[in-house]
């Protein structure tokens, strides 16, 4: 039965054989997943329960917003989730990218140096901070940047931190995931470390984490281990797929503050910001959040596993703990990412007909496809996958809202991959060669 539903989605009995003998060596982890997902369920539902979370928190408001009873509960749900004293949960926040954004410009003032002690940060940051010169940068504003690199195994460079600290430094941040570098991911642990670290050093400096992927992969969260704030997007793992757009800033009260003042206006802060209808959305969102961000991570093990029997590079191997929901798989050659982008498309509830394509994308030195069939346009918690078009060739896939459809990309990737010929599957028992 399971199988003929399969073959009307597209999919080949060698296909499904091979993902079945591959999908039975994981339920060790799937269930450590599950575990995981449980215990951060519990979590979401206990601070919703603790801030009487009513059905009138999700009645729309317009104008001022004053008194907008259902943000300052959700405020109050998200500060308790990620376990810091205060929260900016908010439509007015457009992006992942304006949220960090927000947290960076709002504590930062001329004079002030922002250190990065994991690298390169996001791509998109590199205009905010004025890595590459941007209007409105931080940098036109007289906030000065420094960045410490990872150590070549992906750990914190300790003696490069403490060199790299100067009077005029104020923040420093941290991003968790990966993001689209080849690094490992940092776990909160780790994080937590680099914070005492840095605290032990000048316990003034504000510590930020750009926690975007991240959330709810662990059992805890960076402000659980110092994190001054921890930064994200609604449109990844907190939003639970619902959340039409938004970003969150939790974190110490006072830098709260600040950045309610930066995104509304000095003077107003917190108090004003109408939640236009999408209260609802953002509760339930992060309701389910723990659970979709586990149908993702099995998505993307899934996918490592599959794709390192069959030969390839992928990034975190099969085997390794997972801090992020980011899977790339490096193919070594361009059709590999086209056909795998092809297949992800192809598995979409929405737009599953069209075909993507590689295109010049501003920002990128390459061309670059990406898929994706997304009831909220670009996000990324729902199933999508995307890769630049160059050496080596690597695509980066995430995602799902519910484990059996990341299962069905992840078929219908390999299914166009076994249609062009490009892979050889051969089920004889579990001898895949
Ligand atoms: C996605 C992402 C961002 C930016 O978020 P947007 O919502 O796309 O603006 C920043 N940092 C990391 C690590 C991300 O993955």
Redesign the pocket.
Known sequence: MMNQMYEALGISREVYDFSESVLSGLEDRFQKIDETAEYNQLKVIKAMQDARVSAECFESSSGYGYNDRGRDTLEEVYANVFRTEAALVRPQIT????A?AIALSANLRPGDELLSISGKP?D??EEVIGIRPSRGSLAEYGVTYAQVDLCPDGSFDYEGIRNAIKPETKLVEI?R?K?YQTRPTLSVEQIGKAISFVKSIRPDLLCMV?N??GEFVERIEPGELGADMVVG?L??NPGGGLAPAGGYIAGKLACVEQCAFRLTSPGLGREVGANFGVMQSFYQGLFLAPTVTAAALKGAIFAANLYEKLGFTVVPNGTEERHDIIQEIEFGFPEGVISFCEGIQAAAPVDSYVTPEPWAMPGYDSDVIMAAGAFVQGS?IELSADGPIKPPYAVYFQGGLTWPHAKLGILKSLQRLYEKKLIEIQVSGKNVN
């Open positions: 992006c992942g990218t304006h960090l996001y998109t940051l991003q995931s993001g750009d975007c992927y997007s449109i990844k990324s």
